[in-house]
């Protein structure tokens, strides 16, 4: 069977969308094809790259995207991943399902932060709370 396509949307796809494509291949690679991109790309977030080099996935080499960059592909889903791209996201035509699933912004919410470790646990527990929503998919993908 092919495997479902799936875009992950935000606003600046410079975190929470860059983690989710990042986890869906690492999850679901042989029944997922993940993508990420933002209405307004912005550069990846170093301490999303951290994040995720903690759990030994790489996500230095990813570069932020504009949705417009995907426009030949039908995907099966895309997922917003925060409020702005649920309300500025663009049609997609035929058979595309959409989902909002909304995650806290960890660059917003570190920005009053102490230190760097509590910036930092911010970026941990939205990456978590991500692992844990793709890891129920396909099951998951419920509208």
């Known amino acids: 069977m092919k495997p479902l396509q799936i875009l992950f949307l935000c606003t600046g796809n410079s975190c929470r969308s860059q983690m989710a494509e990042a986890w869906a291949n690492r999850l679901k690679g042989s029944s997922i094809k993940a993508f990420s991109a ?3 790309p912005k550069g990846i977030d170093p ?8 759990m030994d996935i790489d996500i230095s080499a990813h570069s932020s995207k504009d949705i417009d960059a995907f426009a030949d592909i039908a995907f099966d889903y895309v997922i917003t991943l925060c ?8 049609f997609f035509p035929g058979k595309t399902k959409r989902i909002h699933k909304a995650f806290d912004d960890p660059p917003k919410l570190a920005e009053g932060a102490a230190s760097e470790a509590e910036a930092m646990a911010h970026y941990r527990r939205v990456r978590d709370e991500i692992r844990d929503y793709v890891a129920t998919f396909p099951e998951g993908l419920e509208e």
């Open 38 to 40: 933002g209405v307004a």
């Open 47 to 54: 301490k999303a790259i951290n994040a995720m080099a903690e």
């Open 83 to 90: 409020d702005h791209a649920n309300e500025f996201s663009p």
